[in-house]
């Protein structure tokens, strides 16, 4: 993660000192992101999440994509949450769901054959993050195409989760896979095997790498530092176009950041 953050801050650097926005230094464009809500749906009773569900849905001009956190106790438990939230949506809302690595492998293609037949976007994560033999055979199995990659610590990595066909779709953290640097590496690597690539966390600098990827796919939105910067980058209707100031346009909030200081 050091060495992420070395290589980010290096990148936003350079495009700052060409006067660049970072998704021009890096050759990408301007359209705007597709951009799905990931900011809540956790483990809750199906009547909570319906209503914190249709409170997103309706945040910064409108999403047309919410994530939906599973692994419950039963797999009935997550049919009835996801019932309740595609009751409060409507048919026309994608649903991608997250088990965050939390099922057993003994049990894991059972409890996804029973939601793979809920048209969802996706099934990220549904087993611990690094056992790719269990991951390829719910990838050639199921339907709802297998989402991974936010666990990778490094594009090689990934590489061979890749070329293991653990995945359909991927998704790598900046802050695990290497920085700019780790991403395009791994985006070249997705654009041979023509593996739709999105991205976890970090908004703001996420959609300037994503701007700059062949296959990109979905942009997450969390809002989990928005407070930390001036004028975060934020998405209208469910899309997310990158700024124009130079690097990666993030100004700091200096007092807010402030509060979070240690004083020794």
Avoid at 178 to 202: D, K, M, Q, Y
């Amino acid at each position: 993660m050091a060495i992420s953050m070395f290589d980010m801050a290096l990148h936003d650097a350079l495009a700052r000192a060409a006067g660049l926005p970072l998704y021009k230094l890096l050759g990408g464009s301007n359209a705007p992101l597709p951009t799905y809500h990931s900011c809540g749906l956790g483990i809750a009773e199906p009547q909570a999440v319906a209503r914190e569900a249709r409170d997103m849905l309706g945040e910064h001009g409108g999403f047309s994509h919410l994530k939906l956190r599973m692994g419950r106790a039963q797999a009935s438990e997550d049919i009835a949450a996801y019932k309740a939230v595609r009751s409060a949506v409507g048919p026309d809302v994608t649903i991608s769901v997250d088990f965050n690595q939390g099922l057993a492998v003994a049990s894991a293609l059972d409890t996804c054959r029973k939601i793979d037949n809920l048209a969802l976007a996706w099934i990220e994560e549904p087993v611990v993050y690094d056992d790719y033999d269990t991951q390829a055979r719910l990838t050639a199995k199921l339907a709802t195409p297998i989402q991974i990659g936010e666990n990778w610590w490094s594009w090689r990595v990934g590489k061979a989760a890749i070329e293991m066909g653990a995945c359909d779709y991927v998704m790598p953290d900046l802050l695990r896979i290497g920085g700019v640097t780790g991403w395009l590496r791994l985006a070249r690597v997705a654009e041979a095997r023509n593996i739709p690539f999105s991205s976890h966390l970090s908004p703001d600098f996420s959609a300037h790498v994503l701007a700059a990827t062949p296959s990109k796919h979905w942009l997450e939105f969390m809002d989990w530092a928005q407070d930390l910067m001036q004028d975060p980058l934020l998405p209208v209707k469910g899309f997310t176009t990158p700024g124009e100031k130079p690097g990666i346009g993030v100004d700091w909030n200096e007092r807010a950041i402030e509060r979070c200081l240690l004083q020794l």
